[in-house]
């Protein structure tokens, strides 16, 4: 696999505060950019969601949001209680 350079611009208090967060996630910088970068490849769109609205007010929509989002990345056991089986054999 080859690498490459990544020159981006941004805000100088916004990369202090993101590089603290990624030390106390033992990350750094290029790690945790690389993280995004991949995880938009794999998802094939951006990993969250973009809204105007604050937080707050999209609260109570999250679980819309939610719904669908694993349609094609998910299955069905052939025999419908077998995990619940597992489960009840996993708390005995």
């Not at 490849?41 to 999209?58: C, G, H, K, W």
């Given at each position: 696999?080859?690498?490459?350079?990544?020159?981006?611009?941004?805000?100088?208090?916004?990369?202090?505060?993101a590089?603290?967060?990624?030390?106390?996630?033992?990350?750094?910088?290029?790690?945790a950019?690389?993280?995004f970068?991949?995880?938009?490849?794999?998802?094939?769109?951006l990993?969250?969601?973009?809204?105007?609205?604050?937080?707050?007010?999209?609260?109570?929509?999250?679980?819309?949001?939610?719904?669908?989002?694993?349609?094609?990345?998910?299955?069905?056991?052939?025999?419908?209680?077998?995990p619940?089986d597992?489960?009840?054999?996993?708390?005995?």
């Amino acid at each position: 696999m080859s690498t490459t350079n990544i020159n981006i611009r941004t805000d100088s208090e916004i990369k202090s505060q993101a590089q603290q967060i990624f030390e106390t996630l033992g990350l750094d910088m290029t790690t945790a950019i690389n993280l995004f970068l991949r995880q938009t490849v794999r998802e094939r769109d951006l990993p969250f969601i973009l809204s105007a609205r604050p937080a707050a007010q999209r609260a109570g929509q999250a679980l819309a949001y939610g719904r669908g989002s694993m349609k094609g990345r998910m299955w069905m056991a052939d025999d419908f209680d077998a995990p619940l089986d597992d489960f009840t054999e996993h708390m005995r």
